[in-house]
């Protein structure tokens, strides 16, 4: 069977999972329409606290590269980030690794020109690529695309956008190109903190239509992120925030398969 076809069928088996039906309609209560992604289900307790434990272990940099065949031969399951340039991918990752220093940030686009590769808590590797479109180089395009079709480690690309600005059309060529080569990968819409609740859920729905009709291999659950905002009229905005933080962690957990390793106890004698 074609891989293609199999990364089609994992996702209608992942959509036909999750109830109740909302996300379809019909006329005659016997042909359907998927329209929208289903509720995911909700996080487990052991789930969260597995997330956690996992991302406040140390997160040590391994190398930057600036083509494929420089990337070391790792043995731990490896998740990407990727998305249009100065979509917040950096910040993104500073704030799940509980670090604010480990990915610079710029509002300069195209301030990422590496692979870099992170080591979390010596189970997962994090890999940060080269923002594309606005102000990106075509050997930064190349790079992304040669490490996507030969990195075997690789379980899950996440693939950022921002909701304001919508599926550009680079977006929707990289989604093509994972579809076309079989790759996994789940949408992270960024900067929700800009954004009313009633707005964001507007241009979420935009995005998730398109998925809905076009993607193949995209995990059926859109995720977010956003900054947190130091104000009274933002702490419920904050708590929304933490709450969709913790989904990303939780994601990379289930896309990568590991089991997160206990905490060690020291032993008295």
Known sequence: ??????????????????????????????????????????????????????????????????????????????????????????????????????????????HTRLLNFFDIGSQVTLVDMPGYGYKSKEEWGDLILDYLSSRQQLKRLFMLVDPLAGLKETDKQLMSYLDQHALSYQVILTKRDRLSTEKFLELKADVERYLVKNAICCYPQLLSTGKKRMTKRKVDENSVIEDEIAKVKCAIVQATGITVAPRRHSSLY
């Open 1 to 110: 069977m074609p891989l293609v076809l199999k990364r089609a069928i994992h996702t209608a088996c992942q959509l036909y999972a999750r109830s109740p039906m909302k996300h379809l309609t019909t006329s005659d209560n016997k042909s359907f329409q998927l329209v929208a992604f289903p509720d995911p289900p909700s996080i487990s307790p052991k789930q969260l606290a597995d997330a956690n434990l996992l991302f406040a272990r140390p997160v040590q940099f391994i190398k930057s590269i600036s083509h494929v065949d420089q990337a070391s031969d790792l043995s731990n399951p490896e998740v990407a980030f990727v998305g249009r340039s100065n979509v917040g991918k950096s910040t993104l990752i500073n704030t799940i690794t509980n670090n604010s220093k480990l990915v610079k940030t710029s509002n300069r686009p195209g």
